[in-house]
């Protein structure tokens, strides 16, 4: 079931890095759990399809990853984030490697609880 205490169980188990700001991504990619990407795709970070790395989507819609559960949505993440990210500030990160098309997405991100 899809809960916030599911979700943070999950990115515990998975050694997801810097949980509270991959939070805030879930809550404002997901309008905090309601979209429809989220609902019909189990698409919890506004994915696209991997084209350059391994993946645990199983297609596309709308342009966006589709995925078997959330959780595989958040394995997924993690393989994203294995393949890019080697420290340092990940609000930065974040904006160099265009993670969001919208310039105020860290900012976005930072007010979020």
Known sequence: MLTWGNIDYELSLLGIKEIKIVKAQIKHETG?????????????????LARRRAT????????????????KSIEDYGIWQDYFYKGGDYYQFLSRHGYAEDIWYGYKLRRIK
């Open 32 to 48: 905090n759990l309601t979209s429809r990407f989220c609902r019909e795709q189990n698409n919890l970070f506004g994915m696209r």
């Open 56 to 71: 645990t989507a199983i297609g596309e819609g709308n342009h966006m990853a589709v995925y078997r559960s959330w959780k």
